[in-house]
């Protein structure tokens, strides 16, 4: 497994550094380019580290650190919503299948399939 992971390495165009972050980016990545997800993600991943820090997130702020995402106010009920679902069913931790993921507010088609993968 370890060769065919140095042959063909992942190739996920969305920065982050574990699946909460992945998780959140896919989210955020809905109408909008991954450069730009990229862009807002660095000030997002500094405030919000944990699924309980979404869960508890006060949404004017969390809309202003992704409003230029497009249909931020949408985009932060859904990472209220994954914070909250997250620390409520799966103990804070990105939940590992499909049926988990697909659970999750803001989460619908290629998301979890991305969250798998990738992760």
Known sequence: MAALREE???ACALTHANQLELL???ILSAQT???RVNQVTPALFARMRSAGDYAQADPGELEGLIH???FFRAKARALIGMGGVLQGRFG???P??????TSLPGVAGRPPT???GVG
């Open 96 to 101: 590992v299948t499909m049926e988990g993921l």
């Open 24 to 26: 959140v980016a896919t």
């Open 68 to 70: 230029s995402t497009g």
């Open 114 to 116: 991305w969250c798998v």
């Open 92 to 94: 804070g931790q990105v």
């Open 8 to 10: 063909y390495p992942a």
């Open 33 to 35: 380019t991954d450069a």
